[in-house]
Structures are given as C-alpha cells and as structure tokens.
C-alpha cells in the first residue's frame, strides 16, 4: 500500500507488478520508469523490474486498513495482462468482495481480456472498472467495458494524446480526462478536452479534468493552479475556462 499523489484515488495497491506497451498511451509509461528506480534501490518485490509478477503476500493488506479507503489497483501494472492468471485475478477479486467499506478502481488498456473474463468475476458494487483511451482508435475499449457487470464504469482519457470523435458514454458513470506529462510529453488541445466535456454534459456523467500536463499545454498561463503551492496543483494546472472539474460518480447502492 503507498499513499497517492493521484487526484482521484487516495492510495494504491499492488498485488501485481510489470507490464509491456501495448498502444501509443503507454510510450512514456511512468510505472515502467519506477519500477526500473526501485529495482535499483533494491526494493524485493520490483527484482525483476518491470516483468509480469503476482505478491501473494500483497492480498491481505486491504484487510489491515481500519478505515474506508479509496483505492488504485495496480498502478503498477494491469490486472488483466494475459501473463497475470486468471486464479490470481479472482483471488484479487475476492478480497474486493470480502472488504465492501472500501472502493477499488481498476484500470485496464486489455478490455479484451477484461470482457472475456467479466461473467467469470464477482462485480460487487465497490468495484469500479476503467478503460484507458488515449485516441479515437482506442475507443473500442468503451464498448468492451460496457458489456460488463461493474457497478460504476469508467474511462482514463490520459494521456489524451489525439482527438476523440465519437465517444459513447450510454453506460458509463465517470471520465478521466487528462494531458501527458514529462520531459517528452505530447501536446493536448483544448478543443480536444472540450468535446469530452460537452459529450459528458450532455449524459450526466461525472467529468474530472486532471492536468493539462505542462505549462505550455494550456491555454491560460495564469491559471493559479500551475503554481505547486496551490491547493488545488496538478502537473500544468488544471483549470478548464477559469475552473476546476473534479467531479466523482455516485456511489453504486
């Protein structure tokens, strides 16, 4: 367990670690390059760097928690790489089954895999489920994570590295919109944000804009939010035509 500096999550939790780039979102991937910094502090569970591995050891801590949390799973990883087995996905799932007071946020870019093995798994209602969709040739991930059982569906449009044309939000309870961050990060457009914005407007769904990703990205340099005093500071800042957007989805009953 690690507290977050991610907005939208309070700390994370990893039963399994590594992972492999598998579409344009994940060219700058930030968990790769702390796993590479771990290993070489030394730290056991990342030996192996960024190779697919599953901690046993891990399942029992949401047990230890004496207070509801809201928790990142795998931010280290994918649950659903096809290197993680389908035993140890649902090991994870039962422990999210057997610990209600908590939510869980799980984010896949293998909705494929996630769809296959969705009537398999048991959607208790603390279970939110994501897709990542960095482009329009990605939004295919939405349809997959619809057929699903989650209680609460929701979408990572980060790093927004294109547009997105058509965005089909019928069953889905929140979107994550954000821009690339780092040395070499890909610009975003405001026009880009805002067609996501409008399309949630138009459905009800929760929308959180997260960060513009540098300084140069956005369109207002003096958006207060870009100083890292600001209460509400994110990487670039995060104002969005003079206000800040973090709104969550509703709790599932």
């Known amino acids: 367990m690690a507290q977050s500096n991610i907005e939208w999550t309070e700390l994370t939790w990893n039963p399994v670690t590594g992972c492999n780039k598998i579409s344009p979102g994940c060219k700058f991937c930030y968990a790769e390059v702390m796993s590479r910094r771990l290993k070489a502090m030394g730290i056991e569970k990342y030996k192996d760097g960024f190779n697919i591995r599953t901690h046993t050891n891990a399942l029992n801590i949401p047990f230890t928690w004496k207070k509801p949390k809201v928790v990142f799973v795998n931010s280290m990883s994918d649950l659903f790489h096809p290197e993680v087995p389908v035993e140890f996905i649902k090991a ?6 057997k610990t209600p007071q908590h939510i869980y946020q799980i984010l896949t870019k293998r909705s494929e895999r996630l769809l296959e093995l969705s009537t398999e798994l048991n959607w208790t209602s603390n279970i939110w489920m994501g897709v990542s969709v960095e482009s329009e040739d990605y939004t295919f991930r939405i349809n997959d994570l619809s057929k699903t059982n989650a209680a609460i569906k929701f979408l990572s449009i980060e790093p927004l590295i294109a547009p997105v044309k058509s965005l089909d939000l019928e ?3 929140w979107v994550i919109v954000g821009g690339e961050s780092g040395h070499k990060a890909r610009p975003v457009q405001k026009d880009w944000i805002d067609f996501v914005k409008a399309e ?16 140069k990205f956005n369109v207002n340099p003096q958006d207060p939010t870009i100083l890292a005093d600001h209460p509400h500071h994110a990487k670039g800042g995060c104002e969005l035509d003079g206000k800040i957007y973090r709104e969550m989805p509703e709790k599932a009953a």
């Open 171 to 173: 069953k889905i309870n």
């Open 200 to 215: 949630c407007g138009k459905k009800g769904v929760a929308f959180f804009f997260k960060q513009w990703g540098k300084p």
């Open 92 to 97: 994870v799932f039962a422990v999210m089954n």
